[in-house]
């Protein structure tokens, strides 16, 4: 298998982490590449018509697409724990931090291409406000409601989650996020320590 991979983006870092802690990822080539909304990159356009990475091709040329997708079938090739539970309210309990990590990534992306892609004379301050609000408003929930998403035991919500916060680091999509939300940033500093999360760092 192929992976078209940035070092810089959160969405192929979390298919890395994944492919990692389910044991697979000696099973994938890394193809290092950029691509951005106004420049797509010719090589994974033709894999993928949205020219977003990450993009996962098969040996079979098949291709599959986006971080959530690929991060389910890769989760499928390893073995009990799985990151994705198979069914009930654990996966929906899982699936829902992933989708609120991935609401996180995505507020994080557009704040980004706001203040670095857009032409400063074009750029909308309430609009980067908004984005910073949301991913304010979701931090907040993940601690008030902490105990019932964070267990000892890894998922791909929790991935997604500790990516996210990675990137608003790495980024200063925010200023410190931490102050207020103890749980969550205990959480994480013991998270990062992980092996998958260390071995993946933004650069």
Known sequence: MKLFYSTASPYARKVDVTAREAGVIDQIKV???N?????????????????????????????????RVICEYIDSLGSEPFLFPANGDARISVQTLHALGDGILDASLLARYETFLRPAEFRWDKWT??????????????ENNFSNFFSSSIDIGQITVACALSYIEFREIVDDWQPG???LAEWYSRFSQRESMKATEPS
């Open 31 to 33: 193809i290092s590449t």
């Open 35 to 67: 691509t951005n909304p106004v420049d797509p990159n010719g090589d994974i356009v033709a894999c993928n018509p949205i020219g977003k990475i990450p993009t996962l091709v098969l040996d079979d040329g098949r291709a599959i697409f986006d971080s």
């Open 129 to 142: 406000d908004g984005q910073t609000g949301k991913i304010g408003t979701a931090l907040d929930f993940l």
């Open 181 to 183: 939300r103890n749980k």
